[in-house]
């Protein structure tokens, strides 16, 4: 009976290890926006409606802006 308390111990451990590393796998790709490298991007907020003027202006790369944000882009010409 104690290999099976202890198997089962383990297998939930794995189950939440998973669980977890999926979470933040989804938060992370859900957070992020990317800029092309030829362009200038500013953060748009989806829920309030405006530009975040304090981020500043970002250039091209990837970058973690939050949830319900996502880039205006612009050339850089």
Known sequence: ???????RKGAL???GA????VV???VLIFCA???EPIEYGLV????????????GVYEGGWYLIGPM???LSFPRT
């Open 18 to 21: 998973v669980v977890i590393l």
């Open 1 to 7: 009976m104690d290999i099976l308390r202890d198997n």
């Open 69 to 71: 944000s996502s880039f």
């Open 33 to 35: 926006g990317t800029v």
């Open 13 to 15: 451990g794995c189950c």
């Open 24 to 26: 933040s796998i989804l």
């Open 44 to 55: 748009y907020s989806k829920i309030s409606k405006n530009i975040d003027t304090s981020a």
